[in-house]
């Protein structure tokens, strides 16, 4: 009997072909086994990267903490200091308050005490130099009674001690120091300015003037009175000014006295020129 050439054929062609569809299989099984491995290593490269990053900023996060304890405390101390300081520059600004108060009281009673020290005083301008011959005093007792009058006083005039200005002698044909003159009796010196003020005053063909002797404050003082002053001579309204500075004015029979120039000023506007 013949052999069946195409059973010989198949069963022959079944072992490839069984073959050929087993080893894909195989395959995919061991690729499928490899995925977790894979997996595996990504997600601990992933985490191993994460954990440095995460260990690199916590290194610096403590830093920062480091950083920012070690400022509070500088800021604390600065504050405290500032709070010192504070309390101090109180305690200082009182006792400036303090100090200049008493400075100011001080400060008027010099120039109080310095200005009754000169109560009795008189500068004498223009008196070419020389003339006194070294011997002011003298020279000063004999040259006012002459100026003035002798008739005005009843007796010679009595000056403590008389000077030039303390300061070097002028080339000639200067202008002369000032004598500076302290007289005895301060009556004698009032009657000196009242009469030096209605005439005028030569010596050997010298103008001669006569000033009280005032220290520079109540100079300035006074001499911010000028202008009231004026007003009232051009109305011919009786006034004196008064030491140091007190503006003394005659109305409607009555006396008003003002240490304040600008209210001065405000009363003739106000009430003498009406």
Request: with cysteine; hydrophobic share 35%.
């Amino acid at each position: 009997m013949p052999l069946k050439p195409a059973k010989a054929s198949k069963s022959s062609g079944q072992s490839p072909t069984s073959c050929n569809v087993a080893n894909p299989t195989a395959s995919q099984a061991t690729t499928d086994d490899d995925v977790p491995l894979v997996w595996e290593k990504i997600s601990n490269k992933i985490l191993s990267t994460i954990n440095e990053r995460f260990d690199k900023f916590e290194g610096d996060f403590r830093s920062l903490q480091t950083s920012v304890r070690e400022f509070a405390a500088r800021v604390e101390t600065v504050e405290c200091q500032a709070r010192d300081h504070d309390s101090r520059l109180c305690s200082l600004e009182a006792a400036v308050t303090d100090l200049q108060k008493t400075n100011k009281a001080l400060k008027a009673k010099v120039n109080d005490l310095e200005g009754r020290s000169r109560r009795n005083n008189i500068k004498i301008i223009g008196i070419p130099e020389g003339e006194e011959k070294g011997r002011p005093t003298e020279f000063v007792a004999s040259l006012i009674p002459k100026l003035l009058g002798e008739s005005h006083f009843q007796g010679p005039l009595v000056i403590d001690r008389a000077h030039r200005a303390l300061k070097p002698r002028p080339p000639d044909g200067e202008r002369p120091r000032i004598i500076i003159a302290r007289v005895h009796f301060f009556q004698e010196k009032e009657l000196i300015l009242r009469l030096r003020r209605d005439r005028t005053l030569d010596y050997n063909g010298h103008k001669v003037y006569i000033f009280p002797d005032y220290t520079a404050e109540v100079m300035e003082e006074r001499r911010a009175f000028s202008d009231v002053m004026h007003k009232l001579r051009e109305l011919k309204v009786t006034h004196s000014l008064r030491f140091p500075a007190r503006l003394r004015i005659q109305h409607n029979g009555q006396f008003k006295t003002f240490i304040d120039p600008a209210e001065a000023a405000k009363f003739v506007e106000t009430s003498l020129r009406q």
